[in-house]
């Protein structure tokens, strides 16, 4: 019971007595029925809210995929049916403890209005980690005509909540060469921009950096010419992440699993952001993605949708489903595991000896609370190892991104 409702009961059983006492001083007998009437009102507006309550529905908005970090503005939408009029109600919603709410989403809070029939509440929730959430039931909270008992329903509506991994930001991506993976580029196919190579000269458009100028041609042409690069489009590249069963290790956001997805995130966004295609290989599925395709945004979606609900409960191997992809020759493989597992080691070196490039980045799980294993290193192959201290949420993912490469090259 409130304070509020404790004063209200306190001032009814003070009046009651006060007449009751009067009525016997005075021997009054209409006092005598009035300090009855008011002994009982408690207990007849108690009967009423029973037996003339409301049902309550209510609806949840939000945008069902957000992603890590984002602020979310959730929606209840509250109606009454039958019952007497509520003049007080109160609602909170049941959330995860991944997503925290800044304004009391938990609480017990009024709405943001209400008619008696029919009102809203807007609170706000910030994921702390990607990952798929249900958020549900609300309760709403009532009281009696007289405001003395309150009065609880769970409503049962339950809506899902997908979180995307966000990348770390990404730096200026207009490097020439080799491109961001340091992998050779795609044959025959070049995009004009500010690469490092040199294309040509043109004619000066609004909007052009002066220095980019070719002095030379303006002063022979008397019209302003500027220089003309290219670069080429990155290379595909097929990111493969392990999620055998027993390799999450750590706790909270802090875990094997999380870096590795963070990082295939990182790798995902800047290779489609350079042109390259991505192939995504776990024990879940394959998704692929081409910028070149009839609609990459979806494939860019797919591909974080996937990352999102990436759980390690696979009782297969990595090494299987790569197998199982039937991946061409020639393949740059970004391999992301926590585990030294002896028959995916077999398949990397089979892999490098026909000529694929073979990166592969170990996540030690024994700096995670995790047993000492062996990483898959294979010869010709690079390793890169990943440990908890390098932590993409600390320092705005300064080390981590570091052992990515620039601009999150593997």
């Given amino acids: 019971m409130s304070r509020t409702a404790n004063i209200k009961s306190t001032a009814i059983a003070v009046s009651a007595m006060f007449l009751f006492v009067v009525a016997v001083l005075l021997d009054l007998q209409y006092l005598y029925l009035m300090s009855a009437s008011l002994a009982v009102l408690p207990l007849a507006s108690y009967l009423l809210a029973v037996r003339m309550t409301s049902r309550f529905q209510v609806q949840r908005e939000h945008p069902k995929t957000t992603q890590e970090g984002r602020r979310l503005p959730i929606r209840l939408r509250v109606t009454a049916e039958g019952g007497i009029s509520q003049v007080s109600l109160r609602v909170a919603d049941t959330l995860p403890p991944e997503l925290p709410s800044a304004d009391g989403g938990q609480e017990d809070c009024p709405l943001d209005h209400w008619d008696g029939r029919s009102g809203e509440r807007v ?6 980690r990607r990952g798929v ?11 009696d005509p007289l405001g003395l008992f309150s009065f609880g329903a769970s409503l049962d509506a339950t809506t899902e909540l997908v979180v995307h991994p966000t990348p770390l930001p990404s730096r200026d991506l207009g490097t020439g060469g080799e491109g ?15 690469g490092m190579d040199f294309h040509g000269v043109r004619e000066y458009r609004p909007g052009d950096a002066l220095r980019r100028v070719h002095w030379p041609t303006t002063a022979r042409t ?7 690069f290219e670069r080429a489009y990155q290379q595909d590249v097929v990111i493969a992440l392990d999620i055998t069963r027993g390799t ?20 995902t966004d800047r290779t489609l952001r ?12 394959r998704v692929d993605v081409s910028p070149q395709g009839p609609d990459p945004e979806a494939g860019r979606f797919r591909v974080f949708d996937q990352l999102a ?8 191997g990595l090494a299987e489903a790569l197998q199982a992809a039937r991946l061409p020759g020639r393949t740059s493989l970004v391999v992301l595991t926590a585990w030294g597992d002896p028959r995916l080691t077999a398949n990397l070196t089979e892999r490098v000896r026909r000529g694929d490039t073979v990166r592969v980045l170990f996540f030690e799980p024994a700096s995670f609370g995790g047993p000492r294993v062996m990483s898959p290193a294979v010869a010709g192959g690079e390793l890169r190892v990943f440990r908890r201290e390098h932590s993409p949420w600390q320092a705005g993912g300064k080390d981590f ?6 601009d999150g090259q593997a």
């Fill in 309 to 316: 609900r990436l759980r390690a409960d696979a009782e297969d």
């Fill in 222 to 228: 008397g019209q302003l010419a500027v220089v003309e």
């Fill in 248 to 267: 999450d290790h750590g706790q909270g956001r802090e875990t094997t699993l999380e870096y590795a997805i963070k990082a295939a995130a990182t790798l």
């Fill in 180 to 194: 961001i993976f340091g992998v050779r580029e795609r044959d025959g196919k070049t995009r004009r921009g500010e």
């Fill in 274 to 285: 350079a042109g390259g295609g991505v192939t995504l290989v776990t024990q879940a599925g």
């Fill in 133 to 143: 959430y249900r958020i549900g039931p609300a309760r709403a909270v009532t009281t």
């Fill in 401 to 406: 991104e570091y052992l990515l490469g620039h």
């Fill in 123 to 128: 609170y706000w929730v910030e994921p702390t």
